[in-house]
T-cell receptor, first 115, second 114 residues
């Protein structure tokens, strides 16, 4: 089964509003990553947060990680039409203390930002 | 520098034929990953390479799927006797190392089995 589960499955907002997407996972992780995908093709890495970090910022992106709840959120502030895409969280397992770099992806959130 | 490239970008094949998908990772990247993405779904891990060896093949769906990597560079994913359920986008990614690093994805190969 998928390690990461995002919600909502789809989110529709107006330009300028904030968008929040959530991700839950099941096992211990080394890090959690967020990726963006346009038009069902290649993914672009957005941000990586390690298991010992609680919050990270990159431009208009803010990611939080709560390891006690096994959850993460991605906040996009002041959204733009160009932010329209699918967003995926991916977890890097902690398998017996070792990371293999194998990412397990959730099903994704489809974000639509209306101009 | 150049990113990850994949070829072909699209492939239509008849059921039962073999196909070969190619991935050129970023130069110097040790780790290489193959994923499959069915329409409207997340990515499924298939296999990863550390150098030229594949320590984890656990995601390969059946023995019709195989992959190799040579010269710590190019990788090919081969699907024999293709089935309609193999239709998907096949994505390749590379990273400088396997632990705790972001992955750089190629544009994918869209495979359609008719």
């Amino acid at each position: 089964s998928q390690q990461g589960e995002e919600d909502p499955q789809a989110l529709s907002i107006q330009e300028g509003e904030n968008a929040t997407m959530n991700c839950s996972y099941k096992t211990s992780i080394n890090n959690l990553q967020w990726y963006r995908q346009n038009s069902g093709r290649g993914l672009v890495h957005l941000i990586l947060i390690r298991s010992n970090e609680r919050e990270k910022h990159s431009g208009r992106l803010r990611v939080t990680l709560d390891t006690s709840k096994k959850s993460s959120s991605l906040l996009i502030t002041a959204s733009r039409a160009a932010d329209t895409a699918s967003y995926f969280c991916a977890t890097d397992f902690n398998l017996r203390g070792t990371s293999y770099g194998k990412l397990t992806f959730g099903q994704g959130t489809i974000l639509t930002v209306h101009p | 520098g150049a990113g990850v490239s994949q070829s072909p970008s699209n492939k239509v094949t008849e059921k039962g034929k073999d196909v070969e998908l190619r991935c050129d990772p970023i130069s110097g990247h040790t780790a290489l990953y193959w994923y499959r993405q069915r329409l409207g779904q997340g990515l499924e891990f298939l296999i990863y390479f550390q150098g030229n060896s594949a320590p984890d093949k656990s995601g390969l769906p059946s023995d019709r799927f195989s992959a190799e990597r040579t010269g710590e560079s190019v990788s090919t994913l081969t699907i024999q006797r293709t089935q309609q359920e193999d239709s998907a986008v096949y994505l390749c990614a590379s990273s400088p190392w396997t632990s705790g690093s972001e992955q750089y994805f190629g544009p994918g190969t869209r495979l359609t089995v008719t």
